[in-house]
């Protein structure tokens, strides 16, 4: 099949401008006359929701937590960035193109990656007109620090809480928008399929937490702003309620799923301490501004370190490897996050890791203690040495901290074109739940950028043209599409119910997390591929033989809600070994043994791999078939990554 991304013809700086002018308008009058059903309240739903509100549509708004504040946006810590260039140090829209780019190892559209840039500089404005307390500098103008991939101070930042106060800014946007009525909240409800009429998604069937009750929402357009899959793993960043479920079920209904494979590891987290654990605790990238990384020199001195016979400060400078300073003098610690994490690895591959697991590398503060004095190293990530304490009971302003890589975005997601529209008309997806901006690795800083991007400044004017075309008539919610697509949801949770097996559902749930991260994390082979392949498809027949789902439908069921979500995770887990077999290359984050640079670096088969891989699902235990978007590159010339 043909995949048309819809990008713009014409000069990059100009595509978007003529873009806009060429798509239709619904005039205020008639958008009173059209439903939008917007899944996910984090920052890509939020403003989607809030935006298409003020613009006169009727929304629908659904998240499965308590308030849309619980997103788990709020967990992006470190900043948000945009091209304002306040630092006069050489920033430009073309630059924060060219970074984002190069960042995702030159696996993502041109079109798509510099209208992100473009509309960066409107988001600040946005947020700060909203009341966002970004940081400010003396002059009086909002502060920027630099982050992974890139040679220039472009990201805004409040404190160690960006995503947090970014979020409060959306939602009382989006409260406003309540309380006019030109959006119904719907919490504590989630989304398990799409209703599809003649081709089109024309609403949703959910089910509410609280007790049970399966319902159908009908709507001209269905927006999908459900966040990434990183939980796939098990262990990871993600909140312990992050899933793929919405995604998922669209992609049995007909949407592409592209690029599953791709799977951001971010190098500075909180190491692993054991099986109790159900997730992992990100410290923010924007650490490494004033961090330094650093793994001992030897294994005899890293042994004693594992053994506390001797602490990290009594390590002599010279028994010190300040890795990535060595390795990338020009980027130092601020490489990309994936270039960071498969270092990181490397030192503990070596055995020179750190902490009692030997899986561990040393961010240290000592320099900048020393050069900026402890309270303005407190002043800019106070809240994160407070986090780490009360985590590891170690007192990062004496001890450097333990990091080490652990799951974190992912730059996979639902196809999507130019208009942020899946293969199936009339159903988009926003930020995380999408593939388009990011490649084969997202930079620091940069998801909050397209959540917000997407919401506030692409979906208003995209979603319009669409709507412009099918016009306002009414969906009737009495199709039989609707009644027939909520049978298969209650059939599907009556077998879940009906498992009565031995193991809990977090059982399977770890035990695919150890596949995943074995065979389809930092480092992968065919061999290692080939075998998770056929342990995950084990692992799903015994899920529906043996797992237990305990409880009735009509309650707040956490099992029930579990065991759904990890039987999609399950088949997600294949789709993404498949992605990874089939990508016989090394780029960002996607790192096969097989395919690397004489000094160990990623290694790109541009002439064989430069396309976007677009999954279609065929049926139930079917193989997928693969789609492939050829990315064309006429602006940016494709050359071997270096952060040297």
Known sequence: MSLDAKIPQGPLAEKWSKHKFNLKLVNPANKRKYDVIVVGTGLAGASAAASLAELGYNVKAFCFQDSPRRAHSIAAQGGINAAKNYQNDGDSVYRLFYDTIKGGDYRAREGNVYRLAEVSVNIIDQCVAQGVPFAREYGGLLDNRSFGGSQVSRTFYARGQTGQQLLLGAYSALNRQIHLGKVKMYTRTEMLDVVTIDGEAKGIVTRNLINGTIETHAGHAVLLCTGGYGNVFYLSTNAMG???TAAWRAHKRGAFFAN??????????????????SKLTLMSESLRNDGRVWAPKTKEIAQKLRKKEITADQVKEDDRDYFLERKYPSFGNLVPRDVASRNAKEMADEGRGVGASGFAVFLDFADAIHRLGKDAVAAKYGNLFDMYYQITD??????????????????????????????VPGLYALGECN????????????ALMQ????????IPYTLGDYLATIGPKPVDIKHPAFEK?????????????SLKGTKTVDDYHRHLGHIMWEYCGMARTEEGLTKAKGLIRDLKADFWKNVIVVGENEE???????????ADFIELGELMVDDALARRESCGGHFRLESQTPEGEALRDDENFAYVAAWEYTGDNQPEKLNKEVLDFEFVHLTQRSYK
């Open 556 to 566: 707040v069921n956490s099992s029930l809600e579990k065991a759904g979500r990890v």
């Open 242 to 244: 992050s899933n793929v």
């Open 435 to 446: 593939f388009s901006d990011h490649g084969a690795n997202r930079l620091g800083a940069s």
């Open 451 to 458: 959540g917000l991007a997407d919401g506030y400044f692409v």
């Open 485 to 497: 697509t909520k049978q298969e949801v209650i059939e599907k949770i009556n077998k879940l119910l």
């Open 260 to 277: 599953p494979c791709y799977t951001q590891i971010h190098p500075t987290c909180i190491p692993v301490t054991g099986d109790h654990q």
């Open 394 to 423: 170690e007192d990062p302003y004496k001890q450097p901290m333990r990091i080490y890589p652990a799951v974190h975005y992912t730059m996979g997601g639902l196809w999507v074109d130019y208009n942020l529209s899946t293969n």
